[in-house]
């Protein structure tokens, strides 16, 4: 078995998940984006950008919060939360959007494209080719743009073209696949920005490595504030790069747990959730072999969440190694459970988390009462929840005029 710290192998391989299932014309784009951030992670110039970048741009170091009232109201374990909803664009997505845009102006790529599902990963693409003065065209599922109409309206203030995706479902996947159909054609010029630890080598590990700053600066808080590592990481499990984020850093520290909360749906039935470890099957979707929600034939299933960040029939190869490992144990909260904590954490804490976020908490206020008060866990805080306002309000049956 390999140390979990030096995955992916060179041809990007967790153990069987993992790989490279792309066509033959973006071989050469791959391997240049894999050469360039070899030399960029060793490069001091690149690093020294990066972290200005995150600290003033951005707003890193993003704090570490004792949430005291809801650990009071749920009398289990200290409960602290990462504070990504903070950053700039409100969520952690613009922690590997940073990374990936100097790349591409070290590839001498002007034109970005990117893939997005609640809109908060093509905001921060749209936001960093701004900053960078590129040209910038975001893929989005039709059903998505009506459901993050906020984050459509943000991109095009941005700049971006923002592109709807009417096939299939018309959710993030075909949003990936319009992206890679476009990156095909205009490899050359182009570099895409991919939002999670999902699609080909590169991809996976090197967001992985971008977001993984959540976790390098989460050790160094907890250890600071308590004199020791925590029992339990919670995070949501979409793609999974908030939760590899999270996790990575403590990979090595045998008695810290770890647990991704996927998105239960309306329950685990067929076409209804996007719990990928529940009732998923091994196969291939967009450039990487994982768990996926596929039928017999492999055809890909319907999934369903009200958050559309989690949405999605695949998860990142690097989670599926992680929980055959056993070192990350996966589990669900349904969209009820989700609701349900999103309105605990506004309402204690003064926060409104994103709904993928509000996934993380469910599985707390499901679980933390079984804990011990001794205990300390940090929930990812991946992000805010102004883009989900109208949602939840109206999957909460909240209606104007009339509340009491
Ligand atoms: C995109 C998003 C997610 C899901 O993506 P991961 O790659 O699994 O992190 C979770 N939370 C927020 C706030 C998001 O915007």
Not at 254 to 261: I, Y
Request: proline share 4%.
């Amino acid at each position: 078995m390999h140390s979990t710290e030096t995955l992916p192998d060179a041809r990007g391989h967790f153990g069987p998940y993992g790989g490279m299932f792309v066509p033959e014309t973006l071989m050469s784009a791959l391997h240049e984006l894999a050469t360039e951030y070899d030399r960029a992670k060793t490069d001091r110039e690149f690093q020294n950008e990066l972290s200005i970048l995150l600290r003033d741009f951005a707003g890193r170091p993003t704090p570490l919060y004792l949430a005291e009232r809801l650990t009071n109201k749920l009398a289990g374990p200290k409960i602290y939360l990462k504070r990504e909803d903070l950053l700039h664009t409100g969520a952690h997505k613009i922690n590997n959007a940073l990374g990936q845009i100097l790349l591409a102006q070290r590839m001498g790529k002007r034109r970005i494209i990117a893939e997005t599902g609640a809109g908060q990963h093509g905001v921060a693409a749209a936001t960093v080719a701004a900053r960078f003065g590129c040209e910038c065209v975001i893929y989005m599922g039709q059903v998505d743009m009506e459901r993050q109409a906020l984050n459509v309206a943000r991109m095009k203030f941005l700049g971006a073209k923002v592109v709807p995706v009417t096939a299939g479902q018309a959710t993030l996947k075909e949003a990936i696949n319009e992206a890679m159909r476009d990156w095909v054609t205009n490899v050359r010029t182009t570099h895409y920005i991919l939002g999670s630890v999902l699609g080909s080598h590169p991809y996976p590990m090197m967001v992985r490595d971008f977001q993984s700053v959540i976790g390098v600066e989460a050790r160094h808080q907890i250890l600071e504030r308590e004199d020791r590592l925590p029992d339990l990481l919670v995070a949501c499990v979409g793609g999974g790069s908030n939760a590899i984020g999270l996790f990575h850093p403590f990979l090595q520290d045998q008695h810290v747990q770890m647990v991704g909360v996927e998105a239960g749906g309306e329950g685990i039935r067929s076409g209804k959730h996007a719990a990928r470890f529940q009732g998923g099957r091994l196969g291939v979707l967009q450039g990487t072999k994982t768990f996926l929600l596929a039928n017999e034939e492999g055809q890909i299933e319907l999934t369903h969440s009200v958050s559309a960040g989690l949405d999605y029939a695949a998860v990142g190869p690097e989670h599926s190694y992680l929980r055959d490992l056993g070192r990350v144990e996966y589990t669900y909260a349904t969209d009820d459970e989700a609701l349900n904590a999103f309105g605990i954490l506004s309402e204690n804490e003064g926060i409104i988390p994103a709904l993928e976020t509000a996934h993380a908490i469910a599985y707390l206020v499901k679980n933390a009462p079984k804990m011990k008060r001794e205990q300390i866990v940090i929930v990812n805080c991946s992000g805010r929840g102004d883009k989900d306002v109208d949602a939840a309000a109206r999957a909460l049956g909240f209606k104007q005029n009339s509340q009491p």
